[in-house]
């Protein structure tokens, strides 16, 4: 009777191990990320074992454009991603169902993601001196958002000359290299430039906007309280190691290197970002955040069906 009793307490251990590695398969994540700064939560939230402390394996796949990355989310090859509400919304559209669950960054008078350039060749000063000459931005991508959302606030709409360079490298060398004369850019790229004498004519300091999100994709019908747990749990690892990286950012200036999301020439110019609370990384896009992006986006015929309900896109986080 003890042997029996022995083999049935050493299978029924054997077995809750099994169950438990099955509850960490279930609980495994794979993000598409593209290379912004801010992106370096994902990573380093995974490099110190934050994630797996809240019971998560999350796998990071690089990504170098938001087309490649939209793709990869309609096949349905990852969980989730981390780019920008215009992304969110175009993939939402396109066949690849996903909620906003946190928000990377949020710009605030404390914090500057994006800015005008002018050449370091350029004599220019202001934007009136700008006005009319050529801008290189990415078309229908956050960079033209941000580009038309500074020029409105400025009350100069049509001040610039659009020019659609995609690749962020040829645009940058465009810039340097006198061939553009201004280019809307995101750190850690402005801080390069600026670095290497080009002037910030404009930022997003006070747009007052989340400019970068993380979204997973939707669960299935009767998953709903599984993924709800799956996000507080992803949420309060993103929570902890904001705080980690607030506490020592320059500590965290080598592995944003080790990444590629920051280069050996930029590094000494850039100003570590700072994940401000409420609105990093725990806050989440309201309906008035979403609304601008959309009517920009209508306007440009990327979003054909209009602005989902805000519970449709945006996590809820129930009582």
């Known amino acids: 009777m003890h042997l029996r009793t022995s083999a049935l307490c050493i299978l029924l251990f054997l077995a809750s191990i099994f169950c438990g590695q099955l509850a960490l398969a279930a609980d495994t994540l794979r993000l598409g990320a593209l290379p912004a700064a801010d992106s370096l939560l994902?990573?380093?939230?995974?490099?110190?074992?934050?994630?797996?402390?809240?019971?998560?394996?999350?796998?990071?796949?690089?990504?170098?454009?938001?087309?490649?990355?939209?793709?990869?989310?309609?096949?349905?090859?990852?969980d989730g991603h981390f780019g920008d509400i215009i992304n969110v919304l175009m993939q939402n559209e396109n066949g690849a169902p996903q909620l906003i669950v946190a928000t990377t960054s949020h710009s605030t008078p404390?914090?500057?993601f994006f800015g005008l350039a002018v050449s370091p060749s350029s004599s220019v000063q202001n934007l009136e001196e700008l006005k009319g000459r050529p801008c290189a931005i990415g078309r229908a991508t956050i960079v033209e958002f941000?580009?038309?959302?500074?020029?409105?606030?400025?009350?100069?709409?049509?001040?610039?000359e659009k020019n659609d360079i995609r690749q962020i490298p040829v645009r940058l060398q465009m810039l340097l290299s006198g061939r553009m004369e201004s280019a809307l850019l995101p750190e850690p790229l402005l801080s390069l430039v600026e670095g290497q004498g080009a002037r910030v004519l404009l930022d997003d300091r006070d747009l007052g906007l989340p400019l970068a999100?993380?979204?997973?994709?939707k669960p299935k019908p009767g998953d709903e309280d599984a993924f709800s747990d799956r996000v507080r749990r992803f949420r309060a690892a993103l929570a902890e190691e904001a705080a980690r990286i607030n506490a020592d950012p320059e500590a965290y200036k080598a592995m944003m290197q080790k990444f590629k999301l920051l280069s050996p020439q930029a590094?000494?110019?850039?100003?570590?970002?700072?994940?401000?609370a409420p609105l990093t990384p725990l806050g989440l896009p309201s309906e008035e955040d979403m609304r601008r992006y959309a009517d920009w986006m209508e306007k440009?015929?990327?979003?054909?069906?209009?602005?989902?309900p805000l519970a449709d896109i945006v996590f809820q986080e129930k009582p």
């Open 300 to 308: 440009g015929r990327l979003l054909k069906k209009g602005l989902p």
């Open 213 to 217: 999100v993380i979204a997973l994709r």
């Open 146 to 160: 941000v580009l038309d959302t500074l020029l409105a606030h400025k009350n100069a709409p049509d001040a610039l």
């Open 42 to 78: 994902l990573y380093a939230a995974k490099e110190d074992g934050i994630f797996a402390s809240h019971g998560l394996e999350v796998d990071i796949v690089p990504f170098q454009s938001a087309l490649e990355l939209g793709a990869t989310m309609r096949s349905g090859s990852l």
């Open 110 to 112: 404390k914090a500057r």
């Open 267 to 276: 590094a000494p110019h850039y100003a570590m970002l700072h994940f401000e």
